[in-house]
């Protein structure tokens, strides 16, 4: 029997819809959307009809739509270009202190080709510090980038009122929405965002694809170098079969969205209650404003690399890396102040829009017993 998932935010299957949407791509569409012949022409309606797909779950245009390689280059090409693009108005780029490495790691190159970054703090349940992000704003403010949903905690950022803070002012404004996208409503026009990154394999879609949204007239600069591809902004020839299966992802996921969401809030909740009943745990995170499969648990007492070595059984994540007789607690976890006792012992569980209520039930049985024999 193969051990159970719970570990969607790290990754998620192939879905079937998907996986045949992609099909012809390998049997027959083989084609180069640029070349303009007959096989060309094939390829490139695969692509534009994946842009429009694309564009609809985001409620956004097909034209604001250009595909990468994942939420990590679209990122990259986000921050590096606006910040680049608008270097001649000013220097500063405002994000938060939780943000994926993806983000957090751009903006530390920044630093050093002389750009200037704040990291606003977050509170104990994960949320953005508003009022200390709008005294960061400065005359030389260019760029702010926050996460639309944390990818340890889930815990959903007050993107829209980030907005509302500076529209009129000229600043450009970005969210990373590879965790939200297909598991809650990402709304373009309602998030207020100029730029907003998408990441394939975390809504059922292959690794290796992505998209960036880029509102139009907003400045930014190439990330690839070449020829005129994705409108001028990502040269290379189009990854045809999986930009595919990213547009059918993402149909798949507008469609079924509100029913989704209620299933992986089911078993999330049943997780948590069925945890909570008989062992010393801590939420991480905020317990509304939080993505609806997410579950960041600190069990007390308990070195988390340990617990899930001992699951043989479940398939989880660690909140905490465990070096010898040193634990490294996450930087997500260390900004919002989790105690020590339960930051060392925290695990986040991920469901998916598959998992079942015996998937649940049995995974609370796993961790309950294992809880118990490490005890002893």
């Known amino acids: 029997m193969k051990p159970?998932?719970?570990?969607?935010?790290?990754?998620?299957?192939?879905?079937?819809?998907?996986?045949?949407?992609?099909?012809?791509?390998?049997?027959?569409?083989?084609?180069?959307?640029?070349?303009?012949?007959?096989?060309?022409?094939?390829?490139?309606?695969?692509?534009e009809a994946a842009r429009t797909q694309v564009a609809a779950l985001l409620n956004g245009h097909a034209e604001e739509i250009i595909f990468t390689s994942g939420g990590t280059e679209s990122n990259n090409h986000a921050i590096k270009g606006a910040a680049f693009a608008n270097r001649d108005r000013?220097?500063?780029?405002?994000?938060?202190?939780?943000?994926?490495?993806?983000?957090?790691?751009?903006?530390?190159?920044?630093?050093?080709?002389?750009?200037?970054v704040t990291y606003v703090p977050v509170d104990i349940r994960g949320l953005v510090d508003l009022k200390a992000l709008e005294e960061a704003i400065t005359g030389e403010t260019i760029l702010i980038t926050v996460m639309h949903a944390n990818n340890e905690v889930g815990t959903i950022q007050p993107i829209e009122e980030i907005a509302a803070l500076i529209r009129g002012r000229g600043i450009t404004l970005h969210t990373d929405a590879a965790q939200s996208a297909g598991k809650v409503p990402v709304d373009v026009k309602a998030l207020g965002v100029d730029l907003l990154s998408l990441a394939g394999h975390k809504l059922y879609a292959p690794k290796g694809i992505g998209a960036l949204y880029i509102r139009e007239g907003t400045r930014l600069e190439k990330f690839m170098h070449g020829a005129g591809h994705e409108k001028n902004l990502r040269a290379g020839t189009e990854n045809v079969l999986e930009i595919a299966g990213l547009g059918k992802a993402c149909e798949l996921a507008k469609e079924d969205l509100e029913e989704n969401?209620?299933?992986?809030?089911?078993?999330?909740?049943?997780?948590?209650?069925?945890?909570?009943?008989?062992?010393?745990?801590?939420?991480?995170?905020?317990?509304?404003?939080r993505l609806p499969n997410t579950l960041s648990i600190g069990f007390r007492g308990v070195d988390a690399g340990i617990l899930l070595g001992e699951m043989k059984d479940l398939a989880a994540s660690v909140g905490a890396?465990?070096?010898?007789?040193?634990?490294?607690?996450?930087?997500?976890?260390?900004?919002?102040a989790v105690p020590m006792e339960y930051a060392r012992g925290t695990v986040r569980f991920s469901t998916g829009k598959s998992t079942t209520i015996e998937e649940i039930d049995r995974a609370v049985e796993i961790v309950d017993s294992t809880m118990r024999r490490l005890k002893k």
């Open 4 to 47: 159970i998932y719970l570990d969607y935010n790290a990754t998620t299957p192939i879905d079937p819809a998907v996986a045949k949407a992609m099909r012809p791509c390998l049997d027959e569409i083989f084609g180069n959307p640029s070349s303009t012949h007959w096989y060309g022409l094939r390829a490139k309606e695969v692509v």
């Open 90 to 116: 000013g220097n500063h780029i405002i994000t938060s202190a939780i943000e994926h490495p993806a983000v957090s790691e751009v903006c530390r190159y920044l630093e050093g080709h002389g750009f200037r």
């Open 261 to 289: 969401m209620a299933r992986m809030g089911q078993t999330r909740d049943r997780l948590y209650e069925g945890l909570r009943k008989g062992l010393d745990i801590r939420l991480n995170g905020h317990p509304e404003k």
């Open 321 to 336: 890396a465990c070096h010898g007789a040193s634990v490294e607690i996450s930087k997500v976890l260390k900004a919002m």
